[in-house]
């Protein structure tokens, strides 16, 4: 099955490459709005931290000049105790600088000096190979307006570590859900093209015969195709009946003619003018031969569903009232099963094939049904003495007859062959020592 052909191969597709993509688009942006929100409640906390260092800056703040040690517990975080612990503040107090201890002997890369209350956050290098986030701000206390810069930072090592734990976890919940939408998807193709199988059973049934069209039963978007299928069957319907119209007038308005130039032939042949007569009877039979050809070519064009049992009755029936008819034994033994093609078709097929096999029978003439599958084979044989081997591949070629007698232009077995193409049957010719026994095969309308 080529992909371009395929309407199920490209949605598939289509699903697999915007779910594929979804999915990573969708994966980025959930890790950069975690890593938006842990950032932002690290500067949430780093600005409680600020906010909680202003308690311990009253006596500092009291006497600037006198140089009080901070306590080392401002900020009532121990952590601010332990080198290098990742937790660090840093304060500027009327020009002079505190650490917290944990800092050690590092001094925050702070960013310039911002306004009076405006915190800024930033980032930097800090002791021991960290990065650090860092909160600054500069405010003014007391009466005399003592300007004072609070600078807490943490690490981010723990910050990353989450990031990467959220990304770690979030590769398997895409997969699955990307795996759910792709089952989501199979689904939703398949609910979505099930009106395309249902109408591909319609198609079957309208090649087989057991429906005559499409029908407007079908969803929107395949309305329109129907109703032009169905047009085209109307209008293929209608030249046919025309074709056929044409075909019996031309018939009737030929038939007197022909008919008057067979009787002057005749006429001529008893007054001793017998080649007049052969010229007259030659060019006749010609003109026969190109109607009959033209007729049969244009009622070939039909299409339907025949009764094999009901079409060989009626063949048989009429062959037994001629008169080697009833000195010819003919047995029939044919199954009931619908067979694609035109029961008209069918009857001048078997017509000429029988007719033929009572022409040179010698007692019996035989039709019978044999299954072969998806199809089934109409079998006529008769006792008569059957045909070389070397003549086999040119019997059914226009012109060419099995019998002299005058009469036999050699049409019926070339129309056979035509009835049996057109349909998309077999015809088969096979000697016998017994006589000569001729397969003709149709598909069986049940089976498609």
Do not use: C
Not at 27 to 46: C, E, N, T, Y
Request: glycine fraction near 10%.
């Amino acid at each position: 099955m080529r992909f371009s052909r395929s309407i199920r191969l490209r949605l598939g597709l289509a699903a697999v490459l915007t779910i594929t993509l979804a999915l990573v688009v969708g994966g980025l942006v959930l890790s950069a709005m975690f890593d938006r929100q842990i950032k932002r409640l690290a500067g949430l906390d780093l600005g409680e931290r600020s906010v909680m260092l202003m308690a311990g800056l009253r006596p500092l703040v009291a006497d600037p000049g006198a140089e009080p040690e901070p306590d080392p517990g401002l900020g009532g975080d121990p952590r601010y105790l332990r080198p290098y612990s990742g937790y660090y503040w840093q304060l500027e107090v009327g020009g002079r600088s505190y650490r917290a201890q944990s800092l050690w002997d590092a001094v925050l890369p702070l960013p310039p000096e911002g306004a009076p209350g405006e915190a800024v956050i930033t980032t930097g290098p800090g002791p021991d190979g960290q990065q650090l986030m860092i909160h600054d701000r500069l405010i003014l206390v007391g009466p005399d307006a003592v300007p004072v810069r609070i600078s807490v930072a943490l690490d981010l090592r723990s910050q990353i570590e989450a990031q990467s734990l959220f990304q770690r976890d979030l590769v398997p919940f895409l997969a699955v859900l990307g795996a759910l939408l792709l089952l989501a998807s199979v689904i939703q193709i398949a609910v979505g093209l099930r009106p395309f199988r249902r109408i591909r059973q319609q198609v079957t049934r309208l090649g087989q015969g057991t429906e005559q069209r499409l029908g407007y039963d079908m969803p929107q978007e395949v309305e329109p195709l129907a109703r032009e299928i169905d047009a085209l069957l109307d209008e293929r319907d209608a030249r046919i009946t025309r074709a056929r119209h044409r075909a019996a007038d031309l018939a009737h308005t030929l038939k007197t003619p022909l008919q008057a130039l067979m009787g002057e032939a005749g006429r001529l042949e008893a007054a001793g003018q017998s080649a007049p007569a052969r010229a007259i009877t030659q060019i006749t039979h010609t003109i026969r031969q190109r109607v009959d050809h033209e007729l049969g070519r244009d009622r070939i064009a039909g299409k339907g569903v025949s009764d094999p049992a009901r079409v060989a009755r009626g063949v048989v029936d009429v062959l037994r009232r001629t008169a080697r008819g009833a000195e010819v034994a003919i047995t029939v033994d044919v199954a009931v099963r619908p067979l694609r093609i035109d029961a008209q078709d069918l009857a001048e097929a078997l017509g000429a094939l029988a007719e033929n096999a009572l022409a040179h029978a010698r007692s019996t003439v035989s039709i019978r049904s044999e299954p072969a599958g998806a199809m089934l084979l109409l079998v006529v044989t008769d006792d008569g003495p059957g045909i070389p081997d070397a003549q086999i591949a040119l019997v059914t070629r226009r012109g060419v007859s099995l019998r002299d007698e005058a009469g036999s232009d050699g049409l019926g077995l070339a129309l056979v062959q035509e009835i049996v193409t057109l349909n998309e049957g077999s015809l088969r010719f096979d000697s016998t020592p017994d006589g000569l026994r001729v397969e003709m095969g149709f598909r069986l309308a049940e089976t498609g």
